[in-house]
């Protein structure tokens, strides 16, 4: 009813940002276009989309860079030189930054440290989101 549209998730979708590029050539132009990412990966990766999509919703961990490496195992590096260029080159508009609550890893203050980043250095909204955690996996059986 709304006219269509796709999300592209992953893992992290833009390590296949050549294939969304061109995906998103076949699709029709009434059709709304997203992307979920962690922003951490080369901005080669990153740079092929800039025209193709309507809505970058991006998941920055936190913006403490240790708690950020606790949890990914790598450094938000990508992450941080990658949104301050995007929103250089696309209307605020189109991004959508989310500050998820990881148990664990970061509490209240540090969420709301990360907020105020988003807002006060990005000049952006964020909004905070709930990761659920399994208490267990429980491994399929025949």
């Given at each position: ?7 592209f ?7 296949q ?5 061109e995906v998103?050539?076949?699709m ?5 276009k997203?992307?979920?990412t962690?922003l951490n990966v080369?901005w080669r ?9 309507d809505?970058w919703?991006?998941?920055?961990k936190?913006?403490?860079g240790?708690?950020?490496e ?9 992450m ?8 250089d080159?696309v ?12 148990p ?5 203050d540090?969420i ?6 988003v807002k006060d250095v990005m000049?952006?909204?964020a909004?905070i989101?709930d990761?659920?955690?399994?208490a267990?996996?429980t491994p399929?059986?025949d």
């Open positions: 009813m709304a006219g269509g549209g796709v999300t998730g992953g893992g992290e979708p833009l390590i940002s050549d294939f969304i590029h998103c050539k076949l029709s132009p009434a059709w709304n997203r992307i979920e962690s080369p990766y990153v740079e092929p989309l800039l025209q193709d999509l809505e919703i991006i998941d920055i936190d913006a403490d240790r708690i950020y606790k949890y990914t195992g790598t450094t938000n590096t990508n941080r030189n990658n949104i301050f260029k995007l929103a080159m209307k605020p508009r189109k991004l959508r930054v989310r500050v998820p609550r990881i664990g890893y970061n509490d209240e540090k709301n440290e990360s907020v105020i980043w000049k952006l909204k909004e989101i990761y659920i955690v399994p267990e996996i399929l059986t």
